[in-house]
């Protein structure tokens, strides 16, 4: 302890930041464990309480320590202090980094599983599309209907399922191809 007055104004605080946050007393920073007097986190919902602790509560709308002093620090007492802060905003940024990291792998896993989906998806439709273009011809081979080979590449490349159905549907019926298909000669 500094001096007798260093618990107290550490409790002083803590009760006055309390309200509008998370505070820590003597909260360990690392590396070479070292201690923040206080830790404040604040809670943006209570920027209320911040208000009413003046110049204090400005300090604390961000994330900062406080390190209390009974007269003006010295210069190694002043660089002590710049190393905690330093190291506190080196762990802050090492979690940032860990976290933008994670939800990345996140992001590239969930593009990986929809691009998954959406190739099943285009790849049973493209299935569908051929069973239909394979019914049609077979039907078209059953009725004793000549399907020269400009047609059956026309039948075989058409990937609407509805205009495959359309033909589908004409060629119960139909006596040639271009009753099926328009042009198909």
Not at 11 to 30: E, F, K, W, Y
Request: with cysteine.
């Amino acid at each position: 302890m500094r001096n007798r007055f260093d618990l107290l104004a550490k409790l002083i605080g803590h009760d006055a930041l309390g309200r509008s946050g998370t505070t820590m007393v003597n909260d360990p920073i690392n590396p070479e464990t070292q201690y923040a007097d206080l830790h404040h986190e604040p809670d943006p919902t209570r920027q209320t309480e911040r208000d009413r602790l003046g110049l204090l509560g400005r300090i604390a709308g961000s994330s900062c320590l406080i390190e209390v002093y009974s007269e003006a620090p010295g210069g190694e007492e002043f660089r002590a202090c710049l190393t905690k802060h330093l190291a506190m905003w080196q762990e802050f940024l090492m979690a940032m980094y860990k976290t933008w990291e994670q939800r990345k792998a996140e992001g590239f896993a969930e593009g990986q599983a929809e691009g998954q989906v959406k190739g099943r998806a285009e790849g049973r439709a493209e299935g569908r599309a051929e069973a239909k273009a394979d019914a049609l011809l077979t039907v078209l081979g059953a009725r004793g209907i000549a399907v020269p080979d400009a047609a059956r590449a026309r039948i075989l490349a058409e990937k609407d399922p509805e205009q495959l159905k359309r033909w589908l549907q004409k060629a119960v019926l139909a006596t040639t191809i271009d009753d099926v298909i328009d042009g198909a000669s």
